[in-house]
């Protein structure tokens, strides 16, 4: 179905699902969007500054490369890349507009953050990518919304399992787990991939599993 997380409870009515056995949430990007570069998602390729999960809705993130004011922009990387040079990225941002591409955007980040501060195991323009796509997509608040859904069409005994794939994601899936009276925590921390699984598949090394179970 082309629709969000956030809209599960009509779709899954639409679709004459009641009293299931299970909800699984896959978050972020896939693969696809990823090693697309027209989608604007890597930092490694050139494409166009967009981001959106959905190309039929919401604003590229080129406009919010371009028009937010310092202040916001710096705010909206720290709080959603849990970046520590957010400051400086937006002044360089700033300094370097207009931008158009995720080029012109990594370089920007590149030349902010100093050269024996990068991180070692990822781009130093990661965290600001990722921030950029969660405020695009408004994955935070898609995903707080959906999960009371979620755990509305699960019947007694069905198992609500939640893949992030950073802390954000996490920290809101265990938050609502542990609130919600209707549900038990089968998983007391989140479950990670094996070395074995994250050798063949890289992109999984992040990934963490949160399952609780209908009471």
Known sequence: ??????QLGDVAGAAGFRDVDGVLFDLGLSSFQLDDPERGFAFRAEG????????????????LVNRLPERDLAALIREFGE????????????ARRPLRTTSDLAAAVEAAIPRGAWPKRIH???????????EVNDELGSLERALPQAAALLK???????ICFHS???????????ADPALKPVTKRPLSP??????????ARSARLRVAEKL
Do not use: Y
């Open 1 to 6: 179905m082309h629709s969000s997380f956030d």
């Open 48 to 63: 166009p500054l967009d981001m959106r999960l959905d190309r039929t809705a919401g604003r590229p993130a080129a406009d």
């Open 83 to 94: 970046e520590r040079w957010a400051q400086r990225i937006a002044q360089f941002v700033v």
């Open 124 to 134: 130093p323009a990661t965290r600001t990518f990722q921030a950029l796509r969660i």
């Open 156 to 162: 007694p005994g069905g198992r609500l399992a939640v």
């Open 168 to 178: 954000l994601e996490d920290r809101a899936a265990k938050r609502f787990i542990r």
């Open 194 to 203: 094996s070395a074995a699984e994250a050798g063949r598949n890289p992109r």
